[in-house]
């Protein structure tokens, strides 16, 4: 039996239950692989119709601003100690981590609707917003907006070209690509226009 078979009957018996799980736990700070839960549930949306595209992006969209927000109070009230506890206990690579911190501090709420779009960085926004402690009405907004556009696109692109299984798990990943490289870029502007006075002062 092919594995998208095996996957098919998973969601088939769990259907919803099995995309708002994956997506909440991922969101909250688990490296489980919602994405691709959430890109199997709509191409079998497309192909058998057991699921109904419309209720994946509404559930996708809740469990992952509910995670991300469990994993903001978590990485608030546990602070860095619990996060280098976290890390260690699920593999969390200390590059994703850093990258994320990085990446909130210069562009704050913000960041986490991008964040969104990078596999690495989804997983660790959620605590690491709450360790720094970000403004969490700030951060409820972007993440809701993050989540709701990641879903819809995710879900949507997924449903389209649900006859063509493989392209579309390269083109999501071009898709990440593409955010990370405009998003470094952006770092990189930032860091050389800060540093540019203090240049030419000297």
């Not at 260690?88 to 501090?105: A, C, P």
Request: glycine content about 8%.
């Amino acid at each position: 039996m092919h594995l998208f078979d095996y996957i098919r009957q998973f969601l088939a018996h769990w259907g919803y239950w099995s995309v708002a799980a994956f997506l909440l736990l991922e969101n909250a700070g688990v490296p489980l692989p919602g994405e691709t839960i959430l890109i199997l549930a709509s191409v079998l949306a497309f192909k058998s119709h057991e699921l109904r595209l419309p209720w994946i992006i509404l559930i996708g969209t809740l469990a992952c601003t509910f995670g991300d927000n469990a994993g903001y109070w978590i990485g608030n009230r546990g602070g860095r100690p619990l996060l280098e506890r976290w890390k260690r206990f699920f593999h969390v690579k200390d590059e994703h981590i850093r990258s994320g911190e990085d990446l909130l501090r210069r562009h704050g709420a913000p960041a986490i609707f991008f964040a969104r779009f990078i596999a690495g960085a989804r997983i660790v926004a959620g605590p690491l917003a709450g360790v720094l402690r970000m403004e969490w009405r700030r951060f409820a907004l972007f993440n809701f907006l993050g989540a709701l556009s990641w879903v819809s696109v995710i879900a949507g692109l997924s449903y389209l070209f649900g006859s063509q299984l493989d392209r579309l798990l390269a083109t999501v990943k071009r898709i990440e690509l593409a955010f990370l490289i405009v998003i470094v870029a952006g770092l990189a502007f930032y860091f050389w226009r800060s540093k540019r006075p203090s240049i030419m002062h000297t």
